[in-house]
């Protein structure tokens, strides 16, 4: 058994493992077979030499497997609550869209802050679920309730896009601003970038990617702009003046 503590510019046990395993496939080993490498559970085979990652590493790969269960379980529980609530199982899905979006705003603030994504990083991404999904019921109830036979779609989402835009804007300052007071503590930072940028990533691109996909899930036949199209199959045909 090899004992190790992490030092210098590693802070989570991934890092230093992952180099370690590049400088085990680098090695000229010789005669000797390669070992294998695992990352949790014990050799299936023990006559084949292997690295079995243990003590500060299983911990956080327990951590971060109970999370992400934990994660899938909230979205399963907001995905019904939704369905619930609209009485569909295809707006749900539009709804949950921008969930994934604060990624990029998550893996874009961990690259400019040079900080490792910890557990707190994943708690702050858990907990952005909640945010965003209510920003998006905030601009998806509009649009059903602002919907009607005479407007088409296209006006609808604009108007929906203006008027929504500001309460989901405030709902996001309102969060960042409070993230900012952790934003450089050593052990909370990670949750602090999770908030910000994921909520600066996922806030602007709801008001754009929402209405797109609106557009193209929509359940009527009408054109999305005003101008009709006499072509068009599915508009009443006009009976000649007589």
Known sequence: ?????????????????LDVERLVREHDWGAVERPQILMHGQPANENAPSILWDGE???TY???????AAFMVAILAIYILVVAQFKSFKLPLVILTPIPL????IVIGHILFNAPFT???M??????????????????DFIRHAKTAERPLRDVLLEAGAIRFKPIMLTALAAMIGATVILFDPIFQGLAISLLFGLASSTLLTVLVIPA??????????PLDATPNIADPHLPKLKAAE
């Not at 604060?102 to 705003?105: E, F, K, N, V």
């Not at 909640?130 to 998806?140: A, T």
């Not at 996909?213 to 009408?222: A, G, L, P, W």
């Open 1 to 17: 058994m090899v004992m190790a503590e992490l030092a210098g510019a590693y802070e989570a046990p991934i890092y230093g493992m």
């Open 119 to 121: 557990a707190t990083s």
């Open 123 to 140: 708690i702050g991404f858990i907990a952005l679920a909640g945010i965003i999904v209510r920003n998006s019921i905030l601009l998806v």
């Open 213 to 222: 996909i609106y557009v193209v899930m929509r359940d009527d036949e009408r």
């Open 102 to 105: 604060t990624l990029i705003g």
């Open 57 to 59: 590493w299983e911990i």
């Open 62 to 68: 327990v951590t971060f497997r109970d999370m992400g």
